[in-house]
């Protein structure tokens, strides 16, 4: 089994920073990508920012220039240090992995995702 453990969400008000980490743990081999998703109120749960295991990163076009993704390969943990942030950022945000790892038994190639964190942007 995979668990990953989410932190760092809170209210701030617009303009602010936070920084998001979630950490992976279990009988993991490898880790092909981390990432974040957001949900807002009332709207799908769309991509944030990815990386992947050779270091690439790809962000939504609402958040370049102001979010940054990044790995500790060591620790298994991927951040999301958030800047500048606006209303719009409001939403729920979920840690996403796509692993190699022996579940019940088996090696194989799974997706799990973070318990969610609440960012809330306002003043």
């Known amino acids: 089994q995979v668990r990953l453990v989410e932190s760092g969400g809170g209210l701030v008000q617009p303009g602010g920073s936070l920084r998001l980490s979630c950490a992976a743990s279990?009988?993991?081999?490898?880790?092909?990508?981390m990432g974040w998703y957001r949900q807002a109120p009332g709207r799908q749960r769309e991509s944030v920012a990815v990386i992947t295991s050779g270091g690439a990163a790809n962000y939504a076009v609402p958040v370049k220039g102001r979010f940054t993704v990044s790995r500790d390969y060591a620790q298994n943990t991927v951040y999301l240090e958030m800047a500048s942030l606006k209303p719009e950022d409001t939403a729920v945000y979920y840690c996403?992995?796509?692993?190699?790892?022996?579940?019940?038994?088996?090696?194989?190639?799974?997706?799990?995702w973070g318990q969610g964190t609440q960012v809330t942007v306002s003043s």
């Open positions: 996403y992995v796509d692993v190699i790892a022996k579940v019940d038994g088996a090696w194989s190639t799974y997706d799990y």
């Open positions: 279990g009988n993991i081999f490898s880790i092909n990508a």
